[in-house]
């Protein structure tokens, strides 16, 4: 299961599997995203090249305007992702 | 023997299903489940998104001996074409010269030993390979 959720005006919940299957339901909340916003893993389990890329379109598309997707509570399976990819040098990570 | 699943996106459900009754059977650490999981998504998605038109099914096979994890995706009815000879994804490159494309594999690689391409018959096999420690389970 995943779930995407806006909270707190400026932050975004991940919670269950960002998998292949759930691109359509992120971009609902991702492509309205203008202006820096928090992503908070701390309940997100697993995210495939998918959600990677979702991540990094919006990332490429907010600093173009000085904005950018902060995250944050990152497990440690989906840190070496990041750091496979390269995305711990384009995104700051609390 | 393995399971085939249908040419579709959805079908990822049935997929890591059962790849989980596999680690049930075949406990692996977490951090290799983890592997398991999304190297299959990886190619089982990039199969279908070179293939779309393919009515036939893709077949994974899991095995683990105390040395090994394998997978095996074979892909049926079609013309040679190997997608793990994708054009090297750079992790280095800035955010504005970083391409959308090529994730998948890199991971694939990364968090596999070994990562095969055979063709035969018209079928395609993908075969990943990881040594396991003895910490792996």
Request: glycine letters at 4%.
């Amino acid at each position: 299961m995943f779930e995407i959720n806006l909270v707190n005006k400026n932050e975004i919940l991940l919670s269950g599997r960002f998998d292949a299957t759930q691109v359509e339901k992120a971009l609902e909340i991702f492509i309205n995203i203008q202006e820096t916003h928090i992503v908070n893993f701390e309940k997100l389990d697993y995210i495939s090249s998918a959600g990677l890329s979702v991540l990094l379109k919006t990332q490429k598309r907010l600093t173009t305007n000085g904005h950018q997707l902060k995250l944050k509570n990152i497990n440690k399976h989906i840190r070496e992702i990041f750091q496979y990819t390269g995305f711990d040098m384009i995104f700051e990570i609390e | 023997m393995g399971q085939k699943f249908k040419r579709n996106i959805r079908s990822l459900n049935d997929v890591f299903e059962y790849i989980a009754v596999f680690i049930d059977k075949h406990p692996l650490d977490e951090s290799t489940a983890f592997s398991l999981n999304l190297a299959v998504e990886e190619l089982f998605t990039n199969i279908i998104k070179y293939n779309a038109d393919n009515p036939n099914p893709i077949l994974l096979n899991l095995k683990r001996s105390p040395d090994a994890l394998v997978a095996e995706l074979t892909d049926y009815a079609v013309e040679p074409f190997d997608i793990t000879k994708s054009h090297d994804y750079d992790p280095s490159l800035s955010l504005d010269k970083r391409p959308i494309g090529g994730i998948g594999i890199h991971l694939v690689k990364k968090m596999f030993d070994e990562v095969k391409y055979d063709y035969k018959d018209q079928q395609c096999k993908i075969t990943l390979i990881k040594y396991l420690g003895a910490s792996d389970v």
